[in-house]
């Protein structure tokens, strides 16, 4: 919060987009697998359940200013399906695996989904000149 009042100050003609930070996808391993199908968790569900608290947080501390959910983005498949799993009852969400080929980062594929989200919501959202509204989510 300090560093965005400072950019601000410094730069009040800047319009600053928030970002949620990357998910990792559910473990790639046959022991990944095999934990997942028993119902017992994968070496990357903490990691993720910390992930999804702090993009929360985020979400809820910039609801009114630009943002571009790259966590919603890389858990949703082209068909609309989000990706993840439960854990004591609630639903966590997870890097979809056909996005990445070692579990933490974008494959080419998952960096053209992305890439094109992120310029079809700025195109969507933002004037001619780049000034997105301040009071408009990405």
Known sequence: KRVVASVRAARPDLVLVHSTIPLNSNGLGTGDRVKGFLGLGTSKDASNM???QFNDFLRA???N???F??????STLADGTRT???QDGQFFFAMAREFTSDGGHLNPQGQRW???EFARRIKSRCDVDARCAR???C
Request: net charge positive.
């Open 69 to 74: 959910d790259v966590a919603r983005v890389e």
């Open 84 to 86: 993840g799993f439960k």
């Open 114 to 116: 992305v890439a094109a």
């Open 135 to 137: 009071r408009t989510r």
């Open 50 to 52: 910390r992930r999804n």
């Open 61 to 63: 501390e910039y609801a």
């Open 65 to 67: 200013e630009p943002l």
